[in-house]
């Protein structure tokens, strides 16, 4: 399966932004799907993942009550809700699809090219 994320943008401190990763090629129902972010010179963090087969999604700590992960299953596409984006925010936001419930970014794979999402201050 194949991952592209997308709707990255530059947006003030306190807006909104919604991301999109669409999949090409069947996604298995044991998987997990989930968001990272990687800023330049830092390693890729967890932000978000959701079981494909269920509504159970989990949270990285530094996003918690500000963004929410979603799917639509007959459209193979996961979304991130964005919402209070602080500066720290900024980064590469990759998709990712894996097999465990972790927040592991080695227990993820089939990574797209990302889309960059910058908070201004």
């Known amino acids: 399966v194949q991952l592209q994320a997308s709707g990255g943008g530059l947006v003030q401190a306190g807006g909104s932004l919604r991301l999109s990763c669409a999949a090409s090629?069947?996604?298995?129902?044991?998987?997990?799907m989930a968001w990272f972010r990687q800023a330049p010179g830092k390693e890729r963090e967890f932000v978000a993942g959701?079981?494909?087969?269920?509504?159970?999604?989990y949270y990285g700590n530094s996003v918690k009550g500000r963004f929410t992960i979603s799917k639509n299953n007959a459209e193979n596409t996961v979304y991130l809700q964005m919402n209070s984006l602080k500066p720290e925010d900024t980064a590469v936001y990759y998709c990712?699809?894996?097999?465990?419930?972790?927040?592991?970014?080695?227990?993820?794979?089939?990574w797209g090219q990302g889309t960059q999402v910058t908070v201004s201050s």
């Open positions: 990712g699809r894996g097999s465990t419930v972790t927040t592991m970014a080695t227990s993820f794979g089939n």
């Open positions: 090629g069947r996604i298995y129902s044991s998987s997990i």
């Open positions: 959701i079981r494909w087969s269920r509504d159970y999604a």
